[in-house]
């Protein structure tokens, strides 16, 4: 068999498969932080607890409803967005004005009230949700098991990720939004309401972490905790991209991803550190991060 | 008559002493307190086999003893260790020194039950562990302030690894929780496999807590050959790689070596049928355990009771049983001398059913291999398991010789 640094192609194949899945996941949450921080200079602390709350509640609308996974896909980022929504207008929005790190402890708290209320309602073993019929199954590619629905894991995930970077960067709406960012005042003169497009960026970034959640629900249980196990990670992939990069955070996903599937493969105990290791690294060589600009 | 200020205050003054000293002589009098500290995981991947149930569970017990306690009161505190020996080790100190507990119970997590451990032998306390599987705990890091009431990593290995050893799985690969439990589970369940004449193909340690995805370890464990998937973890970790190893339609026999009722909840009976696994409570195993449940499952309905929680019932039942014999004065003087006396009475309650402690302070009850139950079998929700095979008192824990407790030697 093939062998690349002594170790055999077929299980570093099907390793670096399984990491470009966690990559997706990255990449989609780091996506949305991204537009959180590029477009609204806030530090979205509460990015992993609104992931959670989007496999909540995609599993709150099967069960108590009967609403299945595919309009959940739709409707469950709908509703935490509109929380996003809300939480923006309320709270964040006062903050606009103050330092960075008065919206990280804001955002930091309501992560923890989330996170609390849900573990004080359904516990921490988490809620079984299933696979859907139409994703059940896996093909054998040789090298490895491929269940179907990771497959269509990494495809959905990539391909709203690109979407999300061509609309920001190759639209009339993206090209506002940027400008708006820039320099407010000026957007305002134009007649574009500049309050309500923030709001709704903050939506939409908060529908991008749902959205994860709810793709994340049939492969991990639904876990009050599943959004703090992965925020860390998400931000240390934002920081190697760049802060506020959206193409960076896209493609620093799924390279962590990557990076940590090999590492599992060869040095299982480092895999908890392998991406804060990189991390310092490049924030000691390029402290703007790998896509970052220089300000 | 003109009242000054300096008057009136001298007055409220002397009014507030007078009446204040006989409620201070009448607190002499009072009662001693014993207090009762739960200490466990209340946020974090071992919420639900321990946290408010098992504290729940421990207020049963002193409410049932309550006629029975001889001129003492118990109280019930509870505390998150979040998992973080430090944190446990400094609200052990904190309970200690500050709060007057007299026992911590629960404390699952073996890196946290080793520091509150010595903890409690060095403030002269009782550690009473519901909770951490490590068998170092009653070990080469037992002392004589600690009792090890319903499981450890030996007896786990022994019960659902040794039926399936005796099933023909006898080559293994381990998926395992990178610290003290872990390891430990994983050690004792190689002896046995070794001594069987198996051997162990590999291996894979992920970081704890904090990891999710299991799939590499399973791939791993695949082309390793193996026939057996041994999982040295818990909680959260132990659903997540089951239901992954389903998914990647692993071909292994799965053995879960640390599975509770609500892991089998979490996964449901789809996934989880005909896992094997090892309790030393199960609520539906005979009148006693059915009574016990009944009573307590109105206050924890989405949580029925598993060995962990019916252990903080039977450990703190016992506890009280102690002080009785040996008075509360003595009692309140040293946690030694209440750890002598538990270990020199019988132990009796509905949970358990009759038992002992050994010296090193493992209590000794038979521990039961469950298989678990097809979907079309179960009556509904917590009708989980069917008995296997019970393993009797003697036979289920790590003889006394073989534990290298150091003041046994002595």
Redesign the interface.
């Known amino acids: 068999m093939l062998m690349v640094l002594g170790y055999n192609i077929g299980p570093l194949l099907a390793q670096g498969m399984l990491g470009l899945i966690n990559g997706a996941f990255y990449a989609l949450l780091s996506l949305g932080l991204a537009v959180i921080f590029g477009l609204l200079n806030i530090i979205n602390f509460a990015h992993g607890a609104l992931f959670m709350l989007g496999a909540v509640v995609s599993w709150m609308l099967l069960n108590w409803i009967g609403i299945g996974y595919w309009p959940s896909l739709i409707i469950a980022p709908l509703i935490v967005g509109a929380f996003g929504v809300l939480l923006e207008k309320v709270f964040i929005s006062k903050l606009y004005k103050l330092d960075h790190l008065y919206g990280l402890l804001l955002t930091f708290g309501v992560a923890l009230i989330v996170e609390g209320l849900a573990r004080n309602q359904f516990g921490s073993s988490g809620m079984a949700y299933a696979v859907p019929d139409s994703l059940r199954g896996a093909t054998k590619l040789g090298f490895m098991i491929m269940p179907t629905y990771r497959a269509w894991v990494v495809v959905a995930s990539f391909v709203v990720c690109i979407s999300t970077w061509l609309i920001l960067e190759k639209t009339p709406i993206g090209a506002t939004l940027r400008a708006a960012t820039e320099n407010a005042a000026l957007v305002q003169s134009f007649g574009v309401n500049v309050p309500r497009l923030v709001t709704l960026t903050y939506g939409a970034g908060v529908a991008l972490a749902a959205f994860a959640g709810v793709m994340a629900a049939p492969v991990y249980s639904v876990n009050p905790n599943m959004g703090s196990n992965v925020i860390i990670v998400v931000f240390a992939v934002v920081v190697i991209g760049g802060m506020g990069s959206i193409l960076g955070s896209i493609l620093t996903g799924f390279g962590l991803g990557l990076l940590e599937g090999f590492t599992k493969y060869i040095y299982p105990e480092g895999s908890g550190v392998v991406v804060f290791v990189l991390m310092i690294i490049v924030l000691l060589l390029r402290p703007a991060g790998l896509f970052g600009k220089v300000s | 008559m003109e009242i000054s200020r300096r008057k009136l205050l001298g007055t409220v003054t002397t009014a507030a002493a007078t009446t204040a000293l006989p409620m201070s002589r009448a607190r002499a009098q009072a009662k001693p307190v014993f207090k009762l500290g739960v200490l466990n995981?209340q946020?974090?991947?071992?919420?639900?086999t321990g946290?408010i149930t098992s504290v729940i569970c421990t207020k049963q017990a002193v409410e049932e003893f309550s006629s029975l306690m001889q001129g003492y009161t118990v109280e019930v505190v509870t505390a998150d260790h979040q998992n973080k020996p430090d944190v446990g080790a400094s609200i052990a100190r904190q309970w200690f020194d500050r709060d007057g507990v007299d026992a911590i119970l629960d404390v699952p997590n073996s890196g946290v039950a080793l520091a509150v451990s010595a903890v409690a032998k060095e403030k002269n306390k009782v550690h009473l562990n519901t909770g951490a599987a490590t068998s170092d705990l009653t070990g080469v890091q037992c002392n004589e302030n600690f009792i090890s009431w319903n499981y450890d990593t030996w007896m786990l290995a022994q019960s659902t690894g040794g039926a399936t050893v005796k099933a023909g799985g006898d080559t293994w690969f381990f998926i395992t929780a990178?610290y003290a439990f872990g390891h430990k589970l994983e050690g004792d369940t190689t002896a046995l496999i070794k001594s069987a004449k198996g051997s162990v193909k590999g291996s894979?340690?992920?970081?704890f807590?904090?990891?999710?995805?299991f799939?590499?370890?399973l791939?791993?464990a695949q082309?390793s050959g193996a026939k057996v998937l041994g999982l040295a973890n818990a909680?959260?970790d132990t659903?997540?790689s089951i239901?992954?190893a389903k998914?990647?339609?692993l071909t292994m026999d799965i053995a879960a070596l640390l599975m509770f009722i609500?892991?089998v909840?979490?996964?449901?009976l789809e996934?989880a049928q005909g896992l094997h696994l090892t309790e030393s409570f199960y609520w539906d195993l005979n009148d006693g355990t059915r009574a016990f449940t009944n009573r307590v499952k109105s206050k924890t309905p989405?949580?029925w009771p598993n060995m962990s929680h019916a252990g903080c019932y039977s450990g703190s039942l016992h506890f009280m049983k102690a002080i009785n014999k040996i008075g509360a004065t003595a009692a309140k003087a040293s946690g030694k001398a209440i750890v002598e006396a538990m270990k020199s009475l019988p132990t009796e309650d509905d949970a358990f059913g009759k038992g002992s402690i050994r010296q090193d302070g493992r209590s000794l009850f038979p521990s039961y291999l469950f298989q678990v139950k097809k979907p079309s079998e179960s009556k509904g929700t917590w009708d989980y398991y069917k008995l296997v095979q019970t393993t009797p008192a003697e036979q289920a824990w790590r003889p006394l010789k073989d534990g290298g407790c150091p003041f046994i030697k002595a």
């Open positions: 995981d946020s974090g991947p071992y919420r639900d946290g990178d894979a340690s992920y970081p807590p904090g990891t999710t995805d799939s590499s370890f791939l791993q082309s909680g959260g659903i997540n239901k992954q998914e990647f339609g609500s892991d909840k979490a996964l449901t996934v989405d949580n």
